[in-house]
């Protein structure tokens, strides 16, 4: 009797400690349960802002003008044998085009550093996904697809072998549009992430990855993109063939990553507006889960230095106004002025030009008033 008990509480510990354990990714361009765990960059949620532009713009189109034009939330995960890509666009023209340079196209950029002790600062691995595959377009757009890995230019080739890329098959990536972009999804080898003199990587937890992220938008369906948005250290469309002014990932326990925005090879170059990568929840990330209600959210992050981000919600379409008031109850900024939709809407309050201080914002709209408080602290 005291074997069996033995026995049976052996079995009740294993299922207990494998049971934590299980992890399954699946790669069908739908969310997986486990990235609803994640919470933001410090396990493996990057929200991809307008605002987050590169230097690839032009004067006059920096930027998207606003998260419709261009906006991402960007989910990984990772085992000893995968890196896993969730990332969900938001692009309110979506375009693939023809000229065999995905980066051209509304797609997904990533940049690695598969050793950052290495003195190859230029050897960049890149992998990469365009927002249409060869069932979604004619074939005289086939030229521009891209999927997963990339052997265009400078240190993107694995030990010199373009033949390693046929090793890629549709069961590593899948994509699909959105009522408001696309998705893409993906899977990466790690025995893959290799350039001339450095990798493949062997994963452990507790590894610091060099990293960069890009989601360039082609609204004009020419063969020029109109601009990026980038998560990196340095804000700057040269971390094709920079490995200095990436970002960082630290691979964490339970298949988790902390994502830095800070280079590991030059400590003095870091993001200066790391906060705007933090999504405010899952509820306010997932659109299916947005408010019609009239609602005032309280800024995020508070305090705040020198962005901070307002949330409200509507009951339907409205005409609405956003101001900022200083203690005195004069008016310096207007957020909003105009129509807006029905449901959740976010917009920013940029307080660089401002003194550090307290300062109020007011939600008007249908003859409903609500008010905040909010501290800048520079």
């Known amino acids: 009797m005291k074997s069996n008990w033995i026995f049976v509480s052996l079995l009740l510990f294993l299922s207990l400690t494998v049971y934590p354990q299980d992890f399954q990714i699946t790669i069908d361009a739908e969310k997986d349960a486990f990235y609803n765990t994640l919470t933001g960059p410090n396990d493996g949620w990057i929200y991809l802002p307008p605002e987050a532009f590169n230097n690839n713009g032009t004067a006059t189109d920096p930027g998207p003008v606003d998260e419709i034009d261009l906006s991402a939330n960007w989910y990984t995960a990772w085992d000893d044998t995968f890196l896993y890509v969730y990332v969900d666009v938001a692009d309110d023209i979506v375009n693939q085009t023809g000229v065999p340079d995905y980066w051209r196209n509304d ?35 086939y030229p521009g697809i891209g999927n997963i890995r990339q052997t265009v230019g400078g240190g993107w080739v ?35 992430v290799a350039t001339n003199t450095k990798g493949p990587i062997t994963p452990f937890e507790g590894d610091d990855i060099g990293f960069a992220i890009s989601i360039h938008d ?67 990330a997932d659109e299916s889960n947005m408010v019609k209600t009239f609602t005032l959210l309280q800024n995020y992050p508070n305090p705040f230095n020198p962005v901070t981000t307002i949330l409200y919600s509507l009951e339907k379409l409205s005409d609405v106004k956003i101001s900022v008031y200083d203690p005195l109850g004069h008016e310096v900024a207007i957020l909003v002025n105009g129509i807006k939709p029905a449901g ?30 909010m501290v800048l602290i520079k």
Request: one cysteine or more.
């Open 107 to 141: 797609c997904f950029d990533a940049k690695i550093d598969p050793d950052w002790t290495a003195e190859a600062d230029n050897e960049v691995f890149c992998f990469a996904m365009t927002c249409k595959d060869s069932g979604d377009v004619e074939s005289s757009l």
């Open 158 to 192: 694995v030990n010199g072998d373009s033949s390693a890329y046929k090793s890629v098959t549709p069961g590593d990536y899948a994509r699909k549009e959105t009522d408001n972009g696309y998705v893409l999804e993906c899977r990466l080898k790690w025995e893959w």
């Open 218 to 284: 082609n609204d004009n369906g020419a063969s020029t993109r109109d601009n990026s948005i980038q998560w990196a250290a340095q804000l700057l469309d040269n971390v094709w063939n920079s490995c200095t002014n990436m970002g960082y990932i630290e691979l964490l326990g339970d298949h988790k990553m902390k994502y830095i925005p800070e280079s590991l090879r030059d400590p003095s170059i870091v993001n200066s507006n790391p906060d705007m990568y933090i999504p405010l929840s899952s509820a306010v």
């Open 344 to 373: 959740t809407n976010k917009v920013y309050f940029d307080g660089s030009n401002f003194s550090s201080g307290v300062y109020f914002y007011k939600l008007q709209s249908l003859g409903k008033v609500i008010s905040k408080k």
